[in-house]
């Protein structure tokens, strides 16, 4: 009995020291509380960029290779999967740094229309443009897009407008964040998130309402 209960003890002590070390007890943290190392706003990031950029690229796939017909759409929708693909590598890396939960749970997948869909939307789509500042034009006009992947051309525009509106308020947010690796990240695409941005027929002063 007593030979039993010093083998306990010692189980216990062992655990007791494992805890002490810093690194342990950050990587149990996460484990059984999942609590981020991640500051408010860089938690957000995460969640709100990280939950879109797969779903994003794969829509974007989608709309170059197969839902659409236009040109300048394939052109828009090839930028768009352009600048996911570049930042999820990077984000995996920093939410591994940070602690957090990456793919992030429950964001929502992207899943392709069906073809009958798809035929009917390309017949009552908009006349094909060849130069992306007909996209423009129609975008900056747009009304934004919700839930399930939408289909037609001009929806595709809206759509890309608007999460990329809520993209670029999260990367200005992340500029100016106390972490130099989240803020160097940041500073690096807010450019091409600008451009993007521009490029579906958003203004400058257009994301204030979103």
């Known amino acids: 009995m007593k030979l039993n209960t010093l083998f306990v003890a010692g189980i216990c002590a062992s655990a007791l020291l494992a805890s002490c070390n810093p690194q342990t007890a950050k990587d149990n943290q996460l484990k059984y509380t999942h609590t981020s190392l991640a500051d408010g706003d860089a938690y957000q990031f995460f969640q709100k960029v990280g939950g879109k950029a797969v779903y994003e ?17 394939k052109q828009l929708a090839a930028r768009v999967k352009e600048f996911y693909g570049s930042i999820i590598p990077t984000l995996d890396s920093l939410a591994i740094v940070n602690q957090v939960d990456f793919p992030i749970k429950g964001a929502k997948l992207f899943v392709a229309p069906s073809e009958s869909a798809t035929v009917a939307a390309t017949q009552t789509a908009a006349t094909d443009s060849a130069n992306v500042d007909h996209i423009a034009a129609h975008g900056a006009h747009a009304a934004h897009g919700h839930g399930a992947a939408a289909t037609g051309e001009d929806a595709y525009i809206q759509h890309v407008q608007h999460e990329t509106a809520v993209v670029k308020d999260q990367f200005q947010r992340l500029s100016r964040n106390t972490d130099k690796g989240l803020r160097t990240f940041a500073e690096a695409n807010l450019e091409k998130i600008a451009e993007l941005y521009k490029l579906s027929g958003g203004k400058e002063d257009g994301h204030a309402h979103h």
């Not at 794969?58 to 709309?63: L, R």
């Open 57 to 73: 690229a794969d829509y974007a796939t989608y709309m170059e290779t197969a839902g659409s017909s236009s040109a300048a759409v």
